[in-house]
Nanobody
Framework: QVQLVESGGGLVQPGGSLRLSCAAS????????MGWYRQAPGKQRELVAT???????IYAGSVKGRFTISRDNVKNTVYLQMNSLKPEDTAVYYC?????????WGQGTQVTVSS
């Protein structure tokens, strides 16, 4: 089992920045990749960014160049640095951890981009 705890969401003006954090605990040795997904009201959950244990990253086209995913293997934490935020980035952001057999989700953190 893997437990994920997210933090760092909030309200920010367009053009602003936020950093999300996701701390993993439990069977962390089994994690192959971690990532961030988001779900806006009335929409399906979508991939934002992922990072493998080897450091390979994947970004959604809508956030490429604005968001950066990184991980601290000592702290077992993955981060999402979000810059140049837009109103369309408003969503609940979920942390995800993937093992060879299972996927795990955090509880979600709200990000609201509004003036």
């Amino acid at each position: 089992q893997v437990q994920l705890v997210e933090s760092g969401g909030g309200l920010v003006q367009p053009g602003g920045s936020l950093r999300l954090s996701c701390a993993a605990s439990g069977s962390i040795f089994s994690i192959n990749a971690m990532g961030w997904y988001r779900q806006a009201p009335g929409k399906q959950r979508e991939l934002v960014a992922t990072i493998t244990s080897g450091g390979t990253t994947i970004y959604a086209g809508s956030v490429k160049g604005r968001f950066t995913i990184s991980r601290d293997n000592v702290k077992n934490t993955v981060y999402l640095q979000m810059n140049s935020l837009k109103p369309e980035d408003t969503a609940v952001y979920y942390c995800n951890a993937r093992t060879t057999s299972s996927g795990y989700w955090g509880q979600g953190t709200q990000v609201t981009v509004s003036s």
